[in-house]
């Protein structure tokens, strides 16, 4: 078995040099400069940007998210808190009622 003509090995590139190429081209640097510098194709440098750019909106809601959750938890807690001082308010009224009648 030879070997077979216009197959094209994938490169892979680390996470460190993706967030500084993306760094460099939210920086200001052009899409089409850093592409000739680096030898990657500008489509790629874009879908690496809208990645991270996605990262960090993802992020930013989980830790409003994880806020949201606290509030709600303690929003539930304090309605609870508020539902058994009712009652307790209301069996004093009776009780008052009822030692102030029998004098």
Known sequence: MGVQKGVKTRKSYDADFKQEVTRMLASGRSAKEISET??????LLYCWKRM????????????????????????????????????????LKKALGLFSTSS
């Open 38 to 43: 680096f030898g990657i194709a500008e489509n």
């Open 52 to 91: 991270a750019t996605m990262k960090t909106k993802t992020k930013n809601v989980e830790g409003e998210g994880g806020k949201t959750a606290k509030l709600a938890a303690e929003n539930a807690r304090l309605r609870a808190e508020i539902e058994r001082l009712k009652t307790d308010r209301e069996i």
